[in-house]
């Protein structure tokens, strides 16, 4: 049975993880740097790098003892190359071709975006660990924001993306907005549980439009004149700040809703002997009151809902791990000369729009 090592440092988190075949996860270690961006209110890539420099080595060994076994013991070294924070992704792609190298075994070079496509695929006890492909893809996070297609391993159709912001962008200016700190999806999501959702009528942008495109930009905006409005230049008081939050989580949720539904039509149109599953992946999709909207379309329109448990939507080494695995399966091993990509779209063919998101970047 195949045993994969898994390392990710796109961004913020530097992450290792053992995973096995049959999705045993041996060994998941991530060191957050929260507190090193806190001050700065987002992630500063200069800082990121670094801290991934001194920490990475230490966080690969702990996992390789907490999963007990050699580098002797490994199939291969898989390693996010792209797409992200060029220099964070520099020093986890070198990492792993350093271990391929000194210990002879392959390397598969991993899209971060695949990894957070195929989690959900990762047999972990969740009952969300047995989705086949095809499948529809929402994939949520801060720096995207997608609907696609899923035909297979390296086979991505892209319906939809955003135009401007993406969603977890959007939950963060929001929270930084409202005063509520970093990092903002989950302080959003906290507040809102003591907020009116309909105090505040906020925009829902793209609802009703017949592509499959999102935007957050003009919500953002209105969440911003809102607080302008009620403060006067004031300071956000608890109540304002739990309102708007439950007003824009409402918000997002219903585009979301829209969005997804007539993607399920789509791609049931072209999969039409396929039983429909939606994927939801990405960090956002830890955010449990968007999960609860989905999972309710799903019903309504007879679909599967499939999630990663909690604690591998977030940037972790497992979902490398797995997509390594899942690509070593496919025999599509690179060459140790791959050369990590701040960009990289699942959907090469995907036309490329305005919008960082646009085009899976």
């Given at each position: 049975m195949k045993t994969v090592l898994g390392i990710e440092t796109s961004c913020d988190e530097t992450a290792a993880a053992v995973v096995r075949e049959d999705g045993a996860i041996l060994s998941n270690v991530v060191v957050s740097?929260?507190?090193?961006?806190?001050?700065?209110?987002?992630?500063?890539?200069?800082?990121?790098?670094r801290s991934h420099l001194d920490h990475l080595s230490p966080v690969v060994g702990q996992a390789m003892r907490e999963a007990g076994l050699d580098y002797a013991d490994l199939d291969a070294v898989a390693a996010t190359a792209g797409p992200g924070l060029i220099g964070g992704v520099i020093v986890g792609a070198t990492a792993g071709k350093t271990i391929a190298l000194g210990a002879e075994l392959p390397f598969i070079a991993v899209n971060?975006?695949?990894?957070?496509?195929?989690?959900?695929?990762?047999?972990?006890?969740?009952?969300?660990?047995?989705v086949c492909f095809p499948y529809l893809l929402l994939l949520v996070s801060g720096g995207h924001c997608q609907l696609l297609?899923?035909?297979?391993?390296?086979?991505?159709?892209?319906?939809?993306?955003?135009?401007?912001?993406?969603?977890?962008?959007?939950?963060?200016?929001?929270?930084?907005?409202?005063?509520?700190?970093?990092?903002?999806?989950?302080?959003?999501?906290?507040?809102?549980?003591?907020?009116?959702?309909?105090?505040?009528?906020?925009?829902r942008p793209?609802?009703?439009?017949?592509?499959?495109?999102?935007?957050?930009?003009?919500?953002?905006?209105?969440?911003?004149?809102?607080?302008?409005?009620?403060t006067q230049g004031g300071s956000v008081s608890a109540q304002l700040a739990a309102d708007l939050s439950a007003g824009f989580q409402a918000a997002a949720g219903d585009v979301l809703l829209d969005r997804c539904r007539r993607a399920l039509g789509r791609f049931r149109s072209e999969?039409?002997?396929?039983?429909?599953?939606?994927?939801?992946?990405?960090?956002?999709?830890?955010?449990?009151?968007?999960?609860?909207?989905?999972?309710?379309?799903?019903?309504s329109e007879s679909a599967r809902f499939a999630a990663p448990?909690?604690?591998?939507?977030?940037?972790?080494?497992?979902?490398?791990?797995?997509?390594?695995?899942?690509?070593?399966?496919?025999?599509?091993?690179?060459d140790l000369?791959?050369?990590?990509?701040?960009?990289?779209?699942?959907?090469?063919?995907?036309?490329?729009?305005?919008?960082?998101?646009?085009?899976?970047?």
């Open positions: 740097q929260l507190e090193d961006h806190r001050p700065f209110g987002g992630v500063v890539p200069e800082i990121a790098a971060h975006l695949e990894a957070h496509a195929l989690t959900a695929r990762l047999a972990s006890g969740d009952d969300s660990g047995d297609s899923v035909q297979g391993v390296g086979a991505y159709r892209l319906y939809g993306a955003t135009l401007d912001d993406a969603i977890g962008e959007a939950f963060d200016k929001t929270a930084k907005l409202l005063g509520l700190g970093y990092p903002g999806g989950p302080a959003v999501e906290q507040a809102a549980r003591n907020g009116d959702p309909c105090r505040f009528a906020l925009p793209m609802v009703g439009r017949t592509d499959l495109n999102f935007s957050f930009a003009g919500l953002k905006t209105a969440v911003r004149q809102t607080v302008e409005r009620e999969n039409p002997d396929a039983a429909p599953t939606l994927v939801v992946a990405g960090g956002v999709a830890a955010n449990t009151h968007l999960r609860a909207v989905l999972e309710t379309l799903c019903r448990p909690l604690a591998l939507c977030t940037d972790n080494g497992a979902m490398v791990a797995w997509a390594g695995l899942e690509r070593l399966r496919e025999g599509l091993i690179d000369g791959f050369k990590p990509r701040p960009r990289w779209p699942l959907d090469p063919e995907a036309v490329i729009k305005k919008g960082a998101g646009a085009h899976g970047v």
